[in-house]
């Protein structure tokens, strides 16, 4: 079972940035595709975004084209969401969560996935 580790969420205004980081246990992260998601109070969990394992494919909800960035470093295992035009709408907890796929046209977990604990990201002025 891997080990995933949030960070870098926080309280950002309208139009901020913010970069997030999941961060994994093992090298066998990096065979994986991952994807983040998140969850607002009163809301169903969302698929943000996705990445392949190896060869850079990435997948991003409507609702943040073009605002958003997925990347990862092997290297490091880690994968990365650059958040960019931050609105009040993208507040929740995001979870970074290994292995995913494409269902549907969405990033979705593919099977019992591992999770990390989620970091709490507020978009207020």
């Known amino acids: 079972q891997l080990q995933l580790v949030e960070s870098g969420g926080g309280l950002v205004q309208p139009g901020g940035s913010l970069r997030l980081s999941c961060a994994a246990s093992?090298?066998?992260?990096?065979?994986?595709?991952t994807g983040w998601f998140r969850q607002a109070p009163g809301k169903e969990r969302e698929g943000v975004s996705c990445i392949s394992s190896s060869d850079g494919r990435t997948k991003y909800a409507d609702s943040v084209k073009g605002r958003f960035t997925i990347s990862r470093d092997n290297a490091k295992k880690t994968v990365y969401l650059q958040m960019n035009s931050l609105k009040p709408e993208d507040t929740g907890v995001y979870y970074c969560?290994?292995?995913?796929?494409?269902?549907?046209?969405?990033?979705?977990?593919?099977?019992?996935?591992?999770w990390g604990q989620g970091t709490q990201v507020t978009v207020s002025s």
């Open positions: 969560a290994v292995p995913v796929e494409v269902r549907g046209g969405k990033c979705t977990p593919a099977r019992p996935a591992d």
């Open positions: 093992e090298f066998s992260f990096n065979y994986y595709a």
